[in-house]
């Protein structure tokens, strides 16, 4: 374990130093200056996230990017914006995290068997990364697993992650499934359970954006459902 995260830090300095999309790097960057007034006093990350839990976590969390004045503020994924505070309230229902706030990266909060990351780790534009924004950001998801060798499924938040999750299996050698398996709340797919390790399951869930959660499109029960089916995906008590 000690081994697990000396590596992961390592990792972790290589990501918060990227620079390979020149359009995120420009757009981070001027959030960070210009700041929302809400916030005029806090100093912004303004970098790339690294992902954040469990070294032996049996499962990985996949949102879409950071928010603008959520992590690319505070410097860890899905914290100090609303829809942290609906993930991380669930993840602390169900036995994921023991406590039900993320506020900062010093707030005392940890994961205990899930990972949590995104597809892309830069504050996009309107929330919307492109494609090949989301494909240059895949290699550190993948260099993430390979210090995180236990995961069996990933829970991915909203269409984009699931995509995202799609090519993340292809990339660590399993087959491109043939139909693609379609996204939705509760859609659970695997296959190629004999490989060796066997190809993490991918189970979809709205994401918790606020425009889902305070429409009721995604409520906290239909969330608790997905992470405890996670739990049971994965093998965990």
């Not at 603008?68 to 036995?95: E, K, W, Y």
């Not at 068997?113 to 892309?120: F, H, K």
């Not at 066997?198 to 499109?217: E, I, K, R």
Request: aromatic share 8%; glycine share 8%.
């Amino acid at each position: 374990m000690a081994s697990a995260f000396s590596d992961l830090a390592v990792l972790e300095a290589e990501v918060t130093t990227c620079r390979r999309c020149p359009r995120l790097v420009e757009w981070r960057e001027q959030v960070a200056r210009e700041k929302r007034a809400s916030f005029k006093d806090d100093i912004y990350w303004g970098r790339p996230i690294p992902g954040f839990g469990d070294p032996d976590a049996r499962v990985l969390i996949l949102g879409l990017a950071p928010a603008a004045h959520g992590a690319n503020r505070t410097g860890r994924v899905f914290t100090g914006d609303r829809s942290g505070d609906f993930l991380f309230a669930s993840l602390h229902r169900t036995g994921f995290a023991n406590q039900p706030t993320s506020v900062s990266r010093d707030d005392g909060l940890a994961l205990k068997d899930a990972w949590i990351t995104a597809a892309v780790r830069c504050a996009p534009p309107a929330n919307k990364p492109t494609p090949e924004e989301r494909d240059t950001c895949l290699p550190w998801t993948v260099a993430e697993l390979d210090h995180i060798a236990n995961v069996r499924v990933v829970v991915c938040l909203g269409s984009f992650a699931w995509d995202a999750a799609l090519r993340l299996r292809a990339a660590l050698g399993h087959a491109p499934p043939r139909p693609k398996p379609k996204f939705g709340h509760g859609a659970l797919w695997y296959d190629d359970l004999e490989s060796d390790p066997p190809a993490p399951a991918l189970l979809g869930t709205y994401h918790p954006s606020q425009q889902n959660t305070f429409t009721g499109v995604l409520t906290e029960p239909m969330m608790d459902d997905v992470f405890t089916t996670a739990r049971e995906v994965a093998g965990l008590s």
